[in-house]
């Protein structure tokens, strides 16, 4: 047979053919394959073994750490290039005639007295060969050292060294050497020490094998630390391990990566890197060419991000924001919210565990008009919020009391009536005063023998006829969601499948999209509705370690005195909010201020208008700097000679010669003006300043978003 199991021709029983004498044939075995038929071979874990042992030393706040090179706090005076080398030249020709003159004896004899002193006269005088030439020459050869050290530091040839010949020899990166085994990342010490030897080895080898991914890594870890938080036992993660391996511990969706990543992350450090930090003087030293990127430690302080269309606040931001946050909740350690426009470039629906499609009959999942409360009084402030928190007093002393106990009259009978909250068409009702449903609810309400429901009933129906009641406000703006495109959702009755923001408690990935479209009120309503549910469930969550995220395409129309209030408590909850806006207008003139103030991470992007990065260039201060004043004064010669030298120094170099002045002192200027945030950012660019949980500062950085 050949080698596809076919019989040779020459070979049949048929026509024999005659093989000449020789030692009988042994029978080969073919080997036993590795695999099944049809299995591919299994991938090499060679490149995540590498990854995850590549260095992440600490750094400056967002400085990207996946293999970082610290650099020094201050930049070295570095001399221009043709100054240098002219320097370097003419020191190694000062050298050379130095050399010379001492070696024709112009300069005398007294560079060998040394020689003299110091050694016997039998070695001066010897008739050896090698005593000479050791005693001479190498003391002839110590001098030209001599020689060469000091005109090599007045030159500068070390610089000249490392600025123009060590980067053309084109030597190779020295290898990181291998941690020791105690201290490998892929042998899983921490395991080891804690006793579960079985599951690190089989969790090493997985990583060998390329069977485990960095989310698996980052999921497992996190199963660890609730076993020393005292979570779970120790049995049962271990049971696990051994059982799945690096698909243990799963999220509950079972997935374990998103279908597409567009920007570079780091579970190790919980980074994803956004740009590059410009090679431009007003970034600090320790910044420039370093990888800015951004991690939860900086999001739990919250970001703004300030842009016209167009300049990237989607595409270069919240997208690359969007997939970390997914990825940690894969992980085990975020839950993320995501809001924005249908059609809005947020990453694939599959990347999701729950999308919202409000106004699309299509959309599988609800949305919770009051949050998965069962208090009145909580749902009647949050949903006061969502309708009435734009026509607040826009100052932080303000607030939606009155519109809080308008709907509190009316949720609470009606919930102790019908043991739900009203739905949408319900509620406007209610608010409208129509006598038919207040009649019937009064009616229940008596029935029931609500004594103080009843009376908070009255009270309503007392408040309807007098002047300025805010009860119509509020009619009007649920008239908003009465609309036939939403008849589907917020739904109360229990026929629908609605989502609420208490399951923050769980690693889940939400998206929710906005009818932007017709529904532009509408959108900006529900928009600070969810932003009132994230910052009133979160303050209450048990596991504060999981952190929670509010993301929100477009801020417009969202900013309120309570949501300042409420993204100012978020810090100590563990969560954080990114908000995006097209400009400063967009929020009340006496809110800017405080809601810049309430945010820890400011970025303004190209485009900027100047009253806009006046805003931004008050709140990042000023700094003292060093100002240098140069003043040239013209030299006026007195003699011939001094006129005719001047002379022929104008004709050459087309300039009456000067004498320069330098005054420096130090003068107390902005960090960036609001002129050059207008006009000096470059497109794709924006200025970033830092702030983490634990209070570091990164001041206004210039960033390269396309880097």
Known sequence: MDSDGNRDARGTHANPVPRPAGPPEVPSVPPRPVRAPG???????????????????????????????????????????????????????????????????????????????????????????????????????????????????????????????????????????????????????????????????????????????????????RAWQGVQRGRHSLATFTGAVLSHGAGACPHPSGARDLPARRARHDLVTGQVRIGTAADDARNPYAYRGTGLALGTDLLGTSLLAVGPAGSGKTGSVVRPLTESLCLHALAGRAAVVVVGAAGADLGPADAYDVVVRIGNPDSVYDLDLYGGTTDPDEAAVVLAEALAGDLAEPHPGSDTRRSTTVLAQLLGPFRAVHGRFPGVPELRQLLDGTPGPLAELREGLRAAGQDSLLRELDARERQMGHPGDVGGVLADRVALLDRPAFASFFDTSGQSRPFSLKALDHPVRVRIDLPERGHADAS?????????????????????????????????GVVTPEAVRGVQRLRSAGAGVVLTLRTLDDVPRPLRGPLLGSIGCRMALSGLTPWDGQDFAEVWGKEWTEARDVTDRQIIAETPAGKAVHMVRRVITGKAPTARAVTVRQVERERWSASELAHAVPAGHAVLSLTTVKGEHAPPLLVDLRG
Do not use: K
């Open 39 to 221: 299995v591919p071979p299994l991938p090499d874990g060679s490149a995540f073994v590498t990854w995850l042992r590549t260095s992440r030393p600490e750094a400056l706040p967002g400085v990207w750490r996946f293999g970082h090179r610290p650099r020094s706090a201050e930049e070295p005076e570095q001399m221009p290039a043709r100054q240098l080398l002219s320097g370097a030249l003419i020191a190694f020709l000062v050298g050379w005639l130095i050399w010379s003159l001492l070696a024709n004896g112009y300069l005398g004899g007294w560079w060998i007295l040394p020689l003299e002193l110091f050694t016997p006269d039998s070695w001066r005088h010897s008739d050896s060969q090698i005593v000479n030439l050791i005693v001479w020459d190498g003391y002839t050869l110590l001098v030209v050292l001599a020689i060469m050290i000091g005109v090599g530091r007045l030159g500068r040839w070390d610089e000249v060294w490392r600025r123009f010949v060590r980067p053309r020899l084109r030597r190779p990166e020295p290898q990181e050497p291998q941690p020791a085994f105690d201290e490998d990342p892929a042998a899983w010490p921490a395991l080891r020490a804690a006793g579960a030897h079985d599951a690190a080895e089989r969790l090493a080898a997985d990583a060998r094998q390329g069977l485990m991914r960095d989310v698996d890594h980052a999921r497992i870890t």
């Open 524 to 556: 900006r309503m529900l928009a600070r509705l969810i932003l009132a549910q994230f910052t009133a469930s979160v303050s209450v969550r048990e596991d504060r370690s999981l952190f929670a995220c509010l993301v929100l395409d477009d801020a417009s």
